[in-house]
């Protein structure tokens, strides 16, 4: 977006030098591979999906929407569809026509790609008390002379599609500062082993629910202190998908929750949390259920007791975490047995220990401070001759397409801001 807009200016000799062998390559990873390239929310929306930052975002969100950015695309062959949730995709259903499209519109601005071209450092020199940045050195040694230079390398998740970090040391090479970085939109590592048993099983129209672990703040000792118990404060509720795992949890509401959470969990030896199950009943609704249940299945075995309430996997699991015998009949369950039956339905106990990292993370929170960039060209305050955009910077959403939309309009405010304060001298020559 910043190369091809750029050029759009007619800025001569605008280079892309790409790291990977081919463009685009963490596109072809986003929507699990559809490439959900944007949310078909009404713009102003899009603040209340933005975990880090929002307000720094205002300038190049509004300067380029998602409706600019579907008929820009639309322009370079790029068909798309609407789905759940807002989320856009190609009508395809495959990324890389995202990336062809975007090929085609560099292509037609004359943008010179090199592809496996990676950049070792920045070239800088000091000119009136000043940092001032004057090109590139390459992996292979070459240097690449520029009046300017846009660093649009990612953050550290997903490397091995190129995204290693880089960015930020060139930035603190420079002196500008960044924030602790986190993996974010990532799924959760917990503690109660039971849970692998049903790796892959999805769950629908449920509450998941994490708390801050409230042992730091009675002083008792966290070491011997039981998990998944003494709930502190809510940190995230939200209603709807997730995912049992062989390591823990994933799906949508539990991606959501890591952005939301990232920072304390780092902070903490775990978080409780906790799944309702049932979350369209309350606790007397559910009772009643259950009242009903034991009264016209008196004979049935308690193996059926979970039948029409959960998946049928789940049945023995939750038995064992109740110490219920399956071969009992439901009929001799006590009342108190019942109680803790709608217990475990309404507030099923997980701890969460942690995430599985930046390999697994689809984005980054974190990266350079937005203190130090102007939120309408995306330059350096305090440094010469550099922008930065995209996920490099310290800016992030929830899922839906919204970490795509800021970085195309990030992109282009980095792109139309090379034309501000007369930035580009000798352009010709370099």
């Known amino acids: 977006m910043a190369a091809a807009y750029a050029a759009s200016f007619h800025v001569e000799n605008v280079f892309l030098l790409e790291r990977n062998e081919k463009l685009g390559k963490k596109i072809y990873i986003t929507g699990k591979g559809r490439g959900n390239l944007t949310n078909a929310a009404d713009i102003s929306d899009f603040f209340d999906k933005i975990v880090s930052n929002p307000k720094f975002l205002y300038s190049s969100l509004y300067g380029f929407t998602n409706e600019q950015l579907l008929m820009l695309l639309s322009k370079y062959g790029l068909k798309t569809k609407t789905e759940r949730g807002n989320r856009v995709f190609p009508v395809s259903d495959h990324a890389s026509d995202i990336t062809a499209a975007w090929t085609r519109a560099l292509r037609d601005r004359k943008v010179e790609i090199r592809t496996d071209c990676g950049v070792k450092e920045l070239i800088v020199r000091k000119e009136r008390e000043r940092l001032c940045v004057n090109g590139v050195r ?6 690449l002379l520029a ?12 490397p091995a599609t190129g995204s290693t970090g880089d960015g930020l040391n060139f930035a603190k090479a420079l002196g500008i500062s960044t924030t602790p970085t986190h993996p974010a939109l990532v799924p959760f590592a917990v503690k109660e082993t039971d849970i692998f048993e049903l790796s892959g099983l999805a769950l629908k129209n449920v509450t998941f629910t994490v708390f801050s672990d409230d042992k730091r703040q009675s002083g008792q000792n966290k070491e011997h202190a039981p998990l998944a118990s003494a709930k502190g404060q809510r940190l995230y509720e939200e209603f ?3 995912l049992f795992t062989h390591f823990g949890i994933s799906g949508p509401i539990v991606l959501s929750a890591s952005s939301r959470i990232a920072k304390v969990l780092s902070e903490s030896k775990y978080l409780p949390a ?7 009943l309350s606790t007397e609704q559910l009772d009643k259920r259950l009242i009903s249940v034991i009264d016209t299945q008196a004979k049935q075995s308690c193996r059926r007791l979970f039948d029409g309430l959960l998946p049928k996997s789940m049945g023995p699991l939750m038995l064992s975490r109740l110490s219920i015998a399956s071969d009992r009949k439901i009929g001799t369950l006590t009342k108190e047995e019942r109680t803790a039956v ?3 339905l309404k507030q099923f106990p997980l701890s969460i220990t942690g995430t599985r990292g930046f390999k697994e993370a689809i984005i980054t929170q974190g990266g350079v401070s937005v203190k130090q960039i102007d939120p309408t060209t995306m330059r350096a305050k305090n440094v010469d001759g550099i922008s930065f955009c995209g996920e490099v910077l310290d800016v992030d959403a929830l899922t839906g397409g919204y970490n795509m939309q800021i970085a195309f309009s990030t992109g282009i405010a980095a792109g139309n ?13 370099k």
Do not use: C, W
Not at 147 to 158: E, F, M, N, P, W
Not at 417 to 429: A, I
């Open 240 to 242: 709807g998908e997730m």
């Open 417 to 429: 801001g090379l034309m501000e304060e007369g930035s580009l001298g000798n352009k010709g020559d």
């Open 342 to 344: 709608g217990k475990l």
């Open 138 to 143: 390459l992996d292979n040694g070459d240097t």
């Open 274 to 280: 906790q799944i309702d199950f049932k979350p369209r």
């Open 147 to 158: 009046d300017h230079v846009i660093v649009a390398t990612g953050g550290l998740s997903y």
